[in-house]
């Protein structure tokens, strides 16, 4: 049974958003309705990434937004001061965030729990004072990218594409992952540190590889974010707002799952672009996107995946695992 | 020659001293029971063997390897596995998942590789029948009763083909047929080369299967040898009653 009408339907949806783009001439909305799918599409690339530490191991970063910055600004300045394009360095930013996830959780990972949670905070915290001061990325005041020579509609394609990559590409792993022996021990760990670690599980180095690889996509979504922004500041990537979505979004939509962080990051992303168009002012955006977390959460402890697959209720659309 | 070898182990919790200068030794081949009353500091010296805790001082050999103060996951791969007094199951898990979990893969590239092998689950399944729930395979594990939690753990030490198995209480909660069950699969076992070190408050069954008896009191061995010997020990009884 190699063609399931599971992959079938994914198939098409994956045609679809690759046709978007091509839609220019029929679409008043254009530039706007691709500027939603491209943060769509970042977020479901860094959740799902994030996933891997935060879902599968169970260790809940609030940090990520660090290797956000860390992408977006490397990138930047490769650009800015070496001309090298976003597109292609994003790849090399997602690989030395591995690097600094490696270094990062060999420290933050001998702590769990709400140890881990803070030191993970106190990370985003040091991070944020340093790039804030650090003059060769202009500090405070930010940095400006060279703006792309591509005409709008062009340049948001390309966007629109770099992050579609990254969105796929984030999800493959997380679903290679979840099926690997690797996935397999990382829920171990996950549920019984100790049980996995008598099991004969390196939990020490299977978190801290969980960690690393979390901080990929993360990274290499940042280096396309920042290409898009074309001006560059701490709060753009380093806000708490930005590391509570880290959370917030698998949380809905199922931690630990594939499809959880994807469905997470489309309704989050989609109900905060709704209550923007209709209400315009950012506080009740806030409450909009609380007002769905809670409600959701009041029905789906265990986020909308996790709570449906509890009750085989869940739709194979939405079995990726 | 003894397999296992523990050498003056003392554990303090805080101002409590749980082992004080524990020493014994357990005979390759065999199938060795420590007993003692209640709080006599028998699972701590299972976690300090198992690498759970590390004890204040003293020594854990297996064979020529020094255990004392390795990871667990280390000990583990040196042929040491352990189960829990009290039924530790992973329980978001199937019973499958549950097996081979215990039996993980090392080194890279094998890590990668799918979670669950078409011979694990093969093995996985033989064990889950040697100990009479294979028809729970694909069952979460925590939708089990105790007493299947209790076979399911010990079914899943046996995966990686261990040389030393640490059970601790393996009847609690586990019903009089399936413990003659059991009891049979630990003699199986032990015929093929498996050896034992066995906490258990069954002294029927303690008598029946040991070869040696090592009885603990106050974090310290009281005494040790033959089943036959330690049973008329007038200060093992003593022990038990409280009164040393
Ligand atoms: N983690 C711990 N922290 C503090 N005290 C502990 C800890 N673990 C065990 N103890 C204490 O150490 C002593 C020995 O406990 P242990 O569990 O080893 O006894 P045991 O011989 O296994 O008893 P039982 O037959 O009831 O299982 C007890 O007094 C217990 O309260
Ligand atoms: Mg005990």
């Known amino acids: 049974m190699g063609r399931t009408p599971r992959g079938l339907v994914l198939g098409a949806l994956l045609l679809a958003l690759l046709a978007t783009p091509l839609s220019a001439p029929f679409l008043d909305s254009y530039n706007y309705v691709l500027q939603v799918m491209i943060v769509m599409f970042m977020w479901i690339a860094m959740t799902s990434s994030w996933n891997i530490i935060g879902g599968f191991a169970g260790y809940t970063s609030l940090g990520h937004g660090v290797f956000f910055a860390l992408g977006g600004y490397l990138s930047g300045s490769l650009f800015v001061y070496l001309g090298l394009s ?14 600094v996830g490696l270094l990062v959780g060999l420290i933050t990972l001998r702590t769990r729990g709400p140890s881990f949670i803070i030191s993970t905070i106190a990370l985003l915290l040091m991070t944020n004072l340093l790039i804030n001061n ?8 930010g940095m400006s990218l060279p703006l792309p020579t591509l005409p709008l509609a062009a340049a948001k394609a390309s966007f629109y594409y770099a992050m579609l990559v990254a969105a796929v590409g984030s999800v493959y ?5 979840k099926r690997s022996k690797f996935g397999l021990g990382l829920r171990a760990v996950a549920e019984d540190e100790t049980k996995a670690e008598v099991a004969g599980i390196n939990t020490r180095m299977y978190k801290i590889a969980a960690f690393a690889l979390s901080a990929f996509f993360v990274a290499v979504a940042g280096a396309v974010w920042a290409y898009s922004l074309a001006y560059l500041r701490p709060v753009t990537f380093l806000s708490i707002a930005i590391a509570a979505d880290f959370v917030l979004m698998p949380i809905l939509g199922g931690r630990g799952t594939v499809a959880g962080p994807v469905l997470g990051s ?28 809670l409600v959701v959460l009041l029905f789906f402890p265990q986020g909308i995946v996790g709570t449906l697959r509890q009750h085989r209720r869940l739709p194979r659309i939405l079995d990726w695992d | 020659m003894p397999l296992l070898e523990v050498r003056d182990l003392i554990k303090d919790f805080g101002g409590l001293r749980a082992v004080d200068g524990c020493s014994f030794s357990v005979e390759s081949g065999s199938i060795t029971s420590l007993i003692g009353p209640n709080g006599a500091g028998k699972t701590t010296v299972f976690n300090i063997i198992s690498g759970t805790i590390k004890p204040t001082s003293g020594r854990v050999l297996l064979g020529d390897a020094d255990l004392t103060g390795q990871a667990p996951h ?6 040491v596995g352990r189960t829990f007094q009290i039924a530790r199951e992973l329980g978001d898990m199937t019973v499958v998942e549950n097996m081979v979990v215990a039996a993980p893969a090392r080194g890279l590239l094998s890590v990668l590789r799918r979670d669950i092998l078409a011979r694990e689950r093969s093995r996985a399944m033989e064990l889950l029948d040697f100990v009479g729930i294979a028809h729970l395979a694909d069952e979460q594990a925590k939708n089990l009763s105790y007493g299947q939690k209790k076979l399911l753990e010990f079914a899943a030490v046996l995966m990686p083909a261990p040389r030393l198995v640490l059970l601790d209480e393996p009847s609690g909660g586990v019903n009089p047929a399936l413990l003659e069950h059991i009891s049979a699969r630990i003699e199986d ?22 070869h040696t008896v090592v009885v603990m009191a106050h974090g310290d061995v009281l005494t040790h040898g033959p089943p036959d010997a330690v049973q008329v020990d007038d200060a093992v009884l003593d022990a038990y009653l409280g009164v040393a």
């Open chain 1, 134 to 141: 650090w003059q060769f990325v202009g500090g405070a005041n």
């Open chain 1, 173 to 177: 792993l997380a679903y290679r992952v």
């Open chain 2, 74 to 79: 280390a000990i583990t791969r040196h042929g």
């Open chain 1, 266 to 293: 489309v309704l989050i992303v989609g109900v905060n672009e709704l209550s923007v168009a209709y209400f315009g002012g950012t506080a009740l955006n806030l409450v909009a996107t609380g007002a769905l977390l």
């Open chain 2, 189 to 210: 076992l032990n015929r093929s080369g498996v050896t034992f070190l066995i906490v258990e408050h069954n002294m029927e069954l303690v008598m029946r299967l040991s």
């Open chain 1, 86 to 99: 976003p597109f292609l360095t994003a790849p090399l930013a997602g690989l030395v965030a591995v690097g």
